[in-house]
């Protein structure tokens, strides 16, 4: 695929066969508990996660991978003249964009291309998609990183979750919003927003009701998705996925549906039952 590498973090979310389908690597971010220190899809898988969680009796912090994680894994293809483009998680979310920035800068004769997502988890891998397809074309480095961050403000991203207790013990929402939430069972919708996460809006009831005003919202973007591929990155949340992938077959002109498991860094900040939706507008 050209002398272009394709890198990303682990926080993508794709699979490891398609990472290798299209030769891309992934830099993983870390998940520590107390002491104790994981690379994310490398020593940890998410259903380990939770397994710790138990275990440990807490929740588990993450952490971006340092400028050495990144020239490291960069240095083998710099070698081989190779010429490199990395999209990773939001800067807004996460300080793993800087510290690749910052490897970049160690490389003096290197074409290193660094690009913000402003998003995470399957929205970087719709950038990734659309980058394989430029590569493809024959676009040069530098044109690929200007396209790829100009459809950033396409793409739409939202996630259901099932319990608030990952978000209000992880530090995203207040232990008012907490109580009253669990106490009338309301289940948020979170939104990436200018690449921060934003609570969107409350549903009261079961998680199916939640899911179904995500269903209409995409349902409304009939024939304004990119390509109509749809990604369903989700958390240990089997049954949603069949209940939202079933909806969307049959209100959908032939969608092309992707499900994909979240790794450690989503769930540790969602929590097991998640369910997220994201696609790009046309």
């Known amino acids: 695929m050209a002398n272009i590498k394709l890198f990303t973090d682990s926080t993508c979310d794709l699979p ?7 030769d891309i690597s992934f830099v993983p971010l870390y998940v520590h508990f107390n002491e104790d220190a994981f690379k994310d899809r490398v020593e940890i898988n998410t259903e380990e996660l939770y397994q710790k969680v138990e275990e440990y009796g807490t929740l588990p912090m993450t952490a971006a991978p340092s400028p050495g994680d990144f020239y490291n894994a960069f240095k083998p293809y710099v070698e081989e003249g190779r010429e490199i483009l990395y999209i990773g998680i939001s800067s807004l979310i996460s300080s793993t964009v800087q510290n ?24 970087e891998a ?14 040069k480095l530098e044109e690929i990183g200007e396209a790829l961050r100009a459809m950033t403000a396409k793409l739409r991203t939202s996630f259901v979750v099932d319990t608030l207790d990952y978000l209000y013990k992880g530090g995203r929402c207040s232990a008012v919003q907490h109580f009253f939430s669990s106490l009338l069972k309301i ?13 969107g809006e409350k549903v009261r009831g079961k998680m199916e009701k939640a899911l179904d005003l995500m269903i209409e919202d995409i349902v409304s973007k009939k024939g ?5 591929r ?4 989700h958390s240990m949340a089997q049954d949603s996925v069949e209940y939202v992938k079933s909806a969307l077959e049959q209100e959908l002109d032939n969608p092309e549906i992707i499900v ?3 790794g450690c860094v989503v769930s540790s900040h969602c929590g097991k039952g998640t369910l997220g939706m994201i696609y790009m507008e046309a």
């Open 126 to 139: 719709l950038l990734l998609f659309k980058a394989v397809d430029l590569i493809n074309q024959g676009m």
């Open 230 to 233: 749809i990604f369903l990155p």
């Open 187 to 199: 289940r948020p919708i979170i939104k990436i927003e200018d690449g921060k996460m934003a609570v």
């Open 100 to 123: 690749a920035t910052i490897a970049k800068g160690d490389f003096e004769d290197a074409k290193i291309e660094v690009v913000d997502s402003f998003n995470l988890s399957n929205g």
């Open 16 to 22: 490891d066969e398609i990472l290798k389908k299209y």
């Open 224 to 228: 304004n998705i990119d390509s109509n």
């Open 260 to 262: 994909c498991g979240t």
